[in-house]
């Protein structure tokens, strides 16, 4: 049969008929009669016309007759073609609901008898239909009969028959099953899982007599109660297993007058498999009575009337097979039969003194009232025996019996091999894992999810989503699933589902709108619930607007709609809470997380980076849950782990455990620690491109001993001595710019420092981060320092930096510009920038943009100049460690006589007296043992090279780059001055 899940769509076409779209042809003939179901109604149709400006999901009806039948814009209903042909109709008789109606209708008989053929097919008892007298008018009218048979379809020769209105006094008795047709679906009981509407106490018991309202429950395990008794249960010693409880508050008042509070106990039965089934109708009620407890409110939480608990004993779980939060039904019974004779059947051992247990069991159990027993149903008597009960007659499925039926009952015996009656352990009290919340806002984060809940709890208006940022590994799933298993055990129980993104990465949009339909489904019956939707960005990533369309920019739009359609149906109309977890609010698509309008995500926590004192908490907690540490120097563990997040931590304290094991020790060392520090690696550096500093130290290069001294105070001071810096009240200086002529040993002095100061090194070339695409320069810049945070302590080298960083307004195309305004927010922005060094190299600091070299940013402007002769010593002496010189060598006059040389310069001398070397050997060639001792450098080779090698600066060249920085020093000698007037006119 076919069926499908529609969502309602208003129309104005003047019939009541149902439309569906063009799309829909194959599966469905035009005429054809369908019924849907909406809730626990169910109303029949024919199938009009296909419109092509109709969705596939979306069914078009009549906006006024929709309205008439209760069905709302965007409602989902049950789709489904009537397997058998509709029976024509002799009689329809009709009601207008006032006087004018009926007389408009008496004076236009003709016209509506001749005219509703074209309007309606269909029709049942009880139903609205509305009748277009014309274009502007209609009348809505009630059916009050079809004949002989309803629903039924309008022919010809149908009779209507128009009635006077009538004034109903009484609310009409409808059968339970009528208007459900007797399928339990999802949005047939949906709609029992919101609170009552509060009700006239006065009206209340005739509308419960008359149509047995049926009350909702989640079901609760009894030794929730049994921890905090009530007063009226601590008197109450029955063990009857056919006794439930309910709280007085989620009840109305009138229930409490009642005496013969017994009801019929019928379970809904969850979704199976993500999608929900007809099991409903093999499920056989069973008859239970209802106990009022006085004040259950330290047992179910702040008493929300989504909560609604029914306290009910474990025997009914386990025959229902169902979980907790399972909802159940209850109706009120009016009468209940009493039996004379019972059969009970029990296992082979117990057959000659059941008799006797089961009066006993009768007897303690009837001192406060008749004890009502259902058939085939496993009850544990004692703690040894369990039977199995029919009556007499065999159609009696329940039944009511006292201390009489002990002398007067008649009772059999029979042999059965019972069900295993294993009660499922719903009181366990369950043992997490621990984890450590002493480290980061781990604790502030979770206290924010409890508050976000206790607010929902209170109004589920206010009920708010919750999305958690950080780093990969920084423990956001861990928070999650940490808040997930303190709501979902005793004594709320809160329903979890939990989804891994990373899981469904890849599905299609088909198969991922049936997971998540599945999964919302029993999100819906379980509630009040919570999803975990974790590493969301995974399936939901950000498409940037502009971007030319792909297939996986396409899934991500398309899934994230469906998701935000599924948010915006479900979550305004039932108690789910959302847990999302993403690396960040930029990686989420639009139709999600928006930077404008309403956010579904009203609550985001982002977890901190951790400090030092962080991670000394995080490796003590972890050695001490698993291993026995002894000599561990946990403060200098903490200080080689700058950068690691949570997981990192986590996997060297379990490759610490694998080195003791290895030497077969129980405990864990200094030596073990250090070795796994060796093979560990932190995730953040996962698709980072780190530069090797080098062998070369600041020892390795000769000169600029007073640049030397600035970066070692700027960079290896402040993690050497962290515990002094972390006090200091002002922000440190981490930027410094390197500026002198070309081949004065700028760009060697990055990998130098961080050879020097154990720090990794980025290094980035000007001119590759800038695109002709618009925005990629900004995002590429924006990504660079991203990566620097992920590899923090760092050294974020950029040379060449004034091609990348001009004097903004001389670039034509604006990009320039751009990329500068990105550099300003990302130096000095609100994002701190603490364990990254941002040094920046140039030969034309004049071409920089003022606003760049303000304190802040690259506040520190270190000048490179020419060496002189001392530093040409000790350069020329730096870089020939490793070469073999005569003893007739000397440096120092070749350092007198290189005048205007730079340091790149000195080692073209080097690399050229080399080759003079080597073309000498060459001349007079000795044997191969003998090459290594007859290669030599001597004075003459260094005097031969310093005729060839010139200066790479001319000395117009040098004038020009010293009238450069003389000026720019003079800006900035200016820029002091006029900062200290304005500091001394505050003052």
């Known amino acids: 049969m076919f069926e499908r899940t529609f969502t309602v769509k208003y129309l104005t076409l003047k019939k009541c008929f149902c439309y569906i779209s063009d799309k829909q042809t194959r599966a469905i003939d035009q005429g054809s009669a369908v019924k ?27 906006g006024i007759y929709a309205k008439a039948l209760g069905l709302k814009e965007k409602d989902p209903v049950i789709f489904s073609l009537c397997s058998k042909p509709i029976p024509g109709v002799k009689t329809l008789d009709i009601t207008p609901p006032n006087k004018d109606d009926y007389e408009i209708l008496e004076l236009m008989a003709n016209d509506v008898q001749s005219t509703l053929l074209n309007q309606l097919r269909i029709v049942q008892n009880n139903q609205k239909v509305v009748i277009w007298i014309s274009n502007s008018l209609n009348v809505i009218v009630n059916v009050d009969g079809v004949k002989p048979v309803s629903p039924g379809r309008l022919d010809q020769l149908t009779e209507v028959v128009i009635k006077p209105p009538v004034v109903h006094t009484n609310p009409k008795k409808v059968d339970a099953k ?12 949906l709609k029992y899982f919101a609170p009552n509407k509060p009700v006239q106490e006065e009206s209340i ?44 508050n989620v009840l109305p008042r009138c229930v409490e007058k009642r005496e013969d509070l017994v009801f019929s106990f ?18 056989n009620d069973i008859l239970v009575r209802l106990c009022l407890l006085d004040d259950t409110k330290n047992v179910i939480g702040d008493g929300n009337e989504y909560f609604k608990p029914l306290f009910v004993d474990e025997g009914i779980f386990k025959h229902y097979d169902v979980e907790v939060g399972s909802k159940v039904l209850l109706r009120h019974i009016d009468k209940v039969e009493e039996v004379n004779k019972i059969e009970i059947c029990t296992s082979k051992g117990f057959v000659k003194e059941i008799k006797e247990k089961f009066k006993f069991y009768i007897g303690e159990n009837c001192k406060d009232g008749k004890l009502i027993l259902n058939s085939n149903f496993v009850i544990n008597i004692s703690d040894e025996h369990q039977v199995l009960l029919k009556f007499t007659p065999n159609d009696l499925k329940s039944c009511f019996v006292d201390s009489d039926f002990i002398r007067n009952g008649q009772l059999t015996v029979g042999e059965l091999q019972l069900p295993d009656f294993s009660p499922k352990v719903i009181d366990k009290i369950e043992k997490f894992d621990e984890i450590c919340l002493d480290f980061s806002n781990f604790k502030e984060i979770l206290d924010g999810c409890y508050t976000c809940w206790n607010i929902g709890c209170k109004d589920i208006n206010n009920l708010e989503n919750i999305l958690i940022t950080g780093k990969p590994g920084c423990g956001k799933s861990t928070l999650a699933q940490e808040f997930s298993k303190k709501i979902s055990t005793s004594p709320i129980y809160i329903h979890v589902e939990t989804i891994s993104c990373k899981e ?24 009040p619930s919570l999803l975990i939707l974790d590493d969301l960005h995974v399936i939901c990533e950000n498409v940037i607007d502009g971007a030319e369309p792909t297939q996986q920019s396409l899934l991500f739009n398309r899934t994230s709609e469906i998701l935000a359609s599924l948010f915006n149906d479900l979550l305004k109309k039932h108690f789910i809470q959302i847990i999302a977890t993403a690396e960040s609010t930029l990686k989420l698509n639009k139709n999600i997380f928006d930077s404008r309008g309403v956010h579904f995500f009203k609550n985001i926590f982002t977890i901190k980076e951790l400090n030092k004192l962080d991670r000394i908490n995080l490796l003590k907690f972890a050695f001490e849950k698993d291993t026995n540490i002894e000599d561990v120097d946990l403060e200098n563990l903490s200080l080689k782990t700058e950068g690691y997040v949570a997981q990192d931590l986590v996997d060297l304290v379990n490759k610490c455990i694998f080195e003791s094991y290895k030497d077969e020790l129980a405990t864990v060392n200094n030596d073990h620690c250090l070795k796994a520090l060796e093979a560990s690696s932190s995730l953040s550096l996962r698709n980072v491109q780190l530069h090797t500093p080098g062998n070369r130290d600041f020892s390795d290069i000769g000169g600029l001993e007073d640049v030397k001294k600035i970066l070692i105070e700027s960079m290896l001071w402040p993690a050497q001595y962290a515990n002094i810096f972390a006090n200091a009240p002002l922000r440190l200086q981490s930027g410094l710019l390197l ?11 990055a990998g130098a420092a961080a050879k020097q100061c154990n720090l990794r090194l980025i290094s980035i070339k000007g001119p590759e981060l800038l695109s002709k695409y618009i925005g990629a320069s900004e995002q590429a810049v924006r990504d660079v320092f991203e990566k620097a945070q992920s590899a923090k302590p760092c050294i974020l080298f950029f040379d ?23 550099f300003l927010t990302q130096l000095d922005g609100v994002e701190s920038l603490t364990g990254v060094c941002v040094l920046a190299a140039t030969s034309r600091p004049d071409l920089l943009d003022p606003a760049l070299l303000r304190p802040g940013r690259l506040d520190k402007q270190i000048l490179c100049p020419l060496p002189d002769q001392p530093a040409r010593l000790a350069i020329l002496k730096s870089l020939s460690k490793t070469l073999n010189f005569s003893n007739d060598v000397d440096l120092g006059e070749i350092a007198s006589t290189t005048h205007g040389f730079s340091g790149a310069d000195l080692q073209a001398v080097l690399y050229t007296a080399q080759m003079s070397a080597v073309e000498h050997l060459l001349d007079d060639p000795v044997d191969d043992e003998d090459v290594d001792d007859e290669t030599e450098i001597n004075q003459g080779h260094l005097k031969e090279a310093l005729k060839t090698t010139r200066p790479s600066l001319t000395l117009e060249d040098r004038r020009k780059y010293d009238r450069i920085y003389a000026k720019f020093q003079a800006n900035e000698d200016l820029l002091e001055l006029q900062g200290g007037k304005q500091r001394a006119t505050l003052a």
Not at 270 to 275: E, G, Q, T, V
Request: charged residues 20%; glycine residues 10%.
């Open 178 to 189: 009528e208007n459900g047709g007797g399928i339990w679906s999802i949005n047939g009981f």
């Open 739 to 749: 500026y002198g002529p070309p081949g004065t040993g700028k760009t060697i002095l």
């Open 504 to 527: 469904i990465k890849g599905k299609t949009v088909d198969s991922l709108h049936k997971f998540f339909e599945g999964k919302f489904m029993k999100l819906v019956y379980y509630q």
């Open 266 to 283: 019928r379970p809904i039965l969850p979704p199976r498999d993500f999608k929900y089934t007809d099991d409903n109708d093999a499920v």
């Open 36 to 62: 849907l179901s909406s809730g626990t109604s169910t109303f029949y149709f024919t199938v009009g016309s296909f419109l092509g400006n109709l969705k596939e999901t979306e069914i078009g009806i009549n």
């Open 205 to 248: 018991l005739d509308i419960y007599k008359a149509i047995g309202v049926p009350f909702v429950f989640r079901l609760h395990p009894l030794a929730d109660v049994l921890r905090c008794p009530s007063p009226n249960l601590a008197n109450n010693t029955s063990k009857n297993v056919f006794n439930v409880y309910a709280s007085k």
């Open 800 to 822: 060449e930096f004034d091609s990348l960083a001009p004097r903004r307004g001389h670039d034509n195309t604006g990009v320039t510009d751009r990329v500068v305004n990105q």
